[in-house]
């Protein structure tokens, strides 16, 4: 319930929800993820499997960069 309240009141002070990936596109534009790495993001979101977690996991890492 708080938590919730101190975001509507967030919203109401012209704050606005970050959009889905937002976050992931700044940190890439920021030079603080290279394109593996966010894509990565992506595939650890949509992992179904523990391997292809582990997986995903390793290249947010810079397994592959």
Do not use: W, Y
């Not at 101190?6 to 002070?13: D, F, P, S, V």
């Not at 976050?23 to 290279?34: C, I, P, V």
Request: with cysteine; net charge neutral.
């Amino acid at each position: 319930f708080i938590q919730q309240e101190i975001i509507q009141l967030c919203l109401r002070k012209s704050a606005r929800m970050a959009t889905p990936g937002e976050f992931t596109l700044r940190s890439f534009l920021n030079g603080k993820m290279d394109l593996s790495q966010a894509e990565a993001v992506a595939d650890l979101i949509s992992s179904d499997s523990a391997a292809s977690h582990q997986l995903a996991i390793q290249q947010m890492r810079g397994g592959f960069s």
